[in-house]
């Protein structure tokens, strides 16, 4: 979508300045603060409102109302979201004032402030018939202006509040620049770090995943998501999609049943219950159908068991990619099939808009498919409130973006994200004692890298670099040199285009200055050697089929090193790399992933030790791409553990080079014997397994305890060889001992057979409380009738 939401910006951005002087765009409330509608609902018509106009009446009434109201041709604009790129600005007028666009992508957000989307609310609620608002969404991935770090990043901090936090101020943001909607949170399970957009979910495991689902979906839709400072979430994308093969972006997906309930559906069911009112139909073809026709997610779980009570809409032209699928003729067939599924509106490709009229006179379309799927259109445009107050007010966001609380809560995510994988010899944190530090590598003064993909409302100028935030935290009588030895790539292209309506910017590429670099890293006592991916090389469209370090990064690499110094390596990156070069030969690492606007200051507080290296991996780390995908709760073969015919590789390890659930602290932890409160648990009750957590260093420091359970004998099918259930994240002072213990029941235990059952079945289980998913001892219990 990338390129054509820049077309987007530049179409819109020219709108926008041809509609001040332009007389279609008239009308208005006669200040730019109100956002309800004032005298323009037909009172004088009939003297009173009519009852979907009326605020005091249930949703589902005026709905009803409405509904009954709708011509055929009204009630299919209302399954349409426009990306505005294809209409001149009269016609799109036009359009909107014979009610033929339900909802616009981007629109709101074009010089992000309200004025486009209000001039293009008026012209739906005051010279439309029946004056049906529009919703406008947006891409609010991780954050508006104040971007956070990636998604992948904050589900490493180990607190799912974290993400209700950062999302409650994408929210105040976008809403204040006329975002109803975001589309957000992506949920998509993801094991193959090829896929770019691993970036932008919450990792491999679905039970973390689903508190973090349901967390960003309070986060952006609060308790009520017509309060003026929340928006519409969207869950997506519905659903298998980042089982792309091979890791290649939009390709196949084969899961089958047990899988996808087990693993691809739980985070979608979180959100579902959490209240999301909207969800995205994804891309892929799905083990037979494509997703954006598969009525059995579609309509037999979401809508029959799940009982979801909001509207589908497709991904951008993923119903008109039905016939590129294969699996529909033409545009009638598509629609026909998506609609019939249960996507209720289609993004951008206008096969519901060119076909569903004739289809529903024809009756190959049932009308009552088409009235279901405005029906759930509507009741989320009256759950937002839009019936009642379309605008967006015009001042709001003048002081909405960038407020303190926000850069302070975006350092804070910056630093909680980061996870330190490697410190021997403890040369992190940084000494206070050293006279010269050299800060290397390309990222070192790279502002706009760290904002990550998804981020185009991000602007240079308000993103903190490394080399910044070390300078300011330098104390005075410390020597910074700053070198950055070669480009992120050797070759090729990195585009950048962060601020809306600047044209997409390439960076120079191919440059080495290692030489250069060397001769700092000689003259320093301390080296932080910063090396990673480029940002476009993550998030949609954005597969890697190798997962180094790009250029002459490792080149650097090995000229740092060859000094004789420690390196401290930080790393920049959307997704799980495999270095196992950088893994033996540097002295630490830390990976700070793309950690936003506030990145430089927030990995800064970590190496300098203000802040507590406090994350852990949610995403298993490869040793080769060869091993891909790779994840830790994987199930038994019939010949597990190592050795000749167990299914080694034959030219390297099968472990990984780190673990899920894997992160060290600058302290060190001890984990005591694993108490059961009994050695049996009865169906229906609870069993309490705790430990002694102890700190055995110097220093004050954060571990996560992670909770892992495995039923031994499942008979609807095989259990995962450990699965997390719970944890608990605890700051300890040096020396300090707590107890830590967790309560199990059934719902830790259960799992879905191939049939959608819940099973929790008596017999054998394993418990483990580690510091990650490959630690520590089990216990076992019986679970008995
Ligand atoms: C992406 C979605 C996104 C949509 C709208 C698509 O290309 O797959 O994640 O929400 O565009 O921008």
Known sequence: MKFATLLIYMFAASVATAADTNSIYRGGPSSPSATTRQGWIDLDKNGRKDIYEDPSQPVAKRVDDLLKRMTLAEKIGQLWQSA???????KLAEKLKAGGVSSFLDGSALIETPVMRNKLQHIAVEQSR??????????????????????????CAWEPELFERTQTISARESAAAGIDWVFSPMVDLARDPRWGRIAEGFGEDPWLGALDAAASVRGFQGTNCADTNRVVACL???????????????????ISEFTLRNYYLPQFKAGVDAGAWTLMSAFNELSGMPASANRHTLTEILRNEWKFPGFVVSDWESVSELIDHGVAADNAEAARLGLTAGVDMEMVSTTYADTLKQQVEQGTVPKKVLDEAVRRVLTVKFEKGLFDHPFTDGNAFKTALLQP??????REAAAKSCVLLKNENSVLPLSPHAKKLALIGPF??????????????????????????????????????????????????????????????????????IARAVEAAQSADEIILTLGEPRDWSGEDASRSDLGL?????????????????????????????????????????EAWFPGIQGGNGVAEVLFGVADPAGRLTTTFPRSVGQVPMYYNHLNTGRPGIGEYKGNYADGPNDPLYPFGFGLAYTTFG??????AAPTMKLGGTITASLQLTNTGVRAGTEVAQLYLRDVAASGGPRPVRELKGFQKILLQPGESRDVSFTISGNELGYYDVKGNWLVEPGKFQLWIAKDSASGEPVEFELKK
């Open 236 to 254: 997506k994308h519905y659903v298998g999609y980042g089982a792309a093969e091979g890791g290649r972006d939009y390709n196949t997906t084969e």
């Open 444 to 513: 070192a003064e790279d502002a706009e890298e760290m904002a990550g993909p998804w981020s185009s409302r991000a602007h240079t100028n308000d993103i903190v670099s490394l080399a910044d935030a070390v300078r300011a935290q330098l104390p005075f009588d410390f020597q910074l040199v700053v070198a950055r030895g070669c480009s992120i790539i050797d070759s090729g292209k990195i585009r950048r285009h962060l601020e809306s309506f600047s044209p997409i910017k390439e960076i120079p590429t191919g440059t080495n200055e």
């Open 550 to 590: 790009p250029g002459r990064q490792m080149e650097l690499f090995n000229a740092i090193v060859a000094t004789g110094k420690p390196v401290i390596v930080v790393l920049f990156n959307g997704r799980p790399l495999a270095i196992p070069q950088i893994q033996k030969k540097a002295a630490a690492i830390l």
């Open 130 to 155: 029946l004056g049906i608002p529009l919703i406008f969404g947006h891409d609010s991935i991780h954050g508006f202006r104040t971007v956070f770090p990636i998604p992948l990043a904050q589900a």
């Open 405 to 410: 609380d926000a850069i302070d809560l975006a």
């Open 84 to 90: 505005m790129a294809k209409d001149s600005d009269r």
């Open 671 to 676: 984990f005591g014997k694993v108490q059961l």
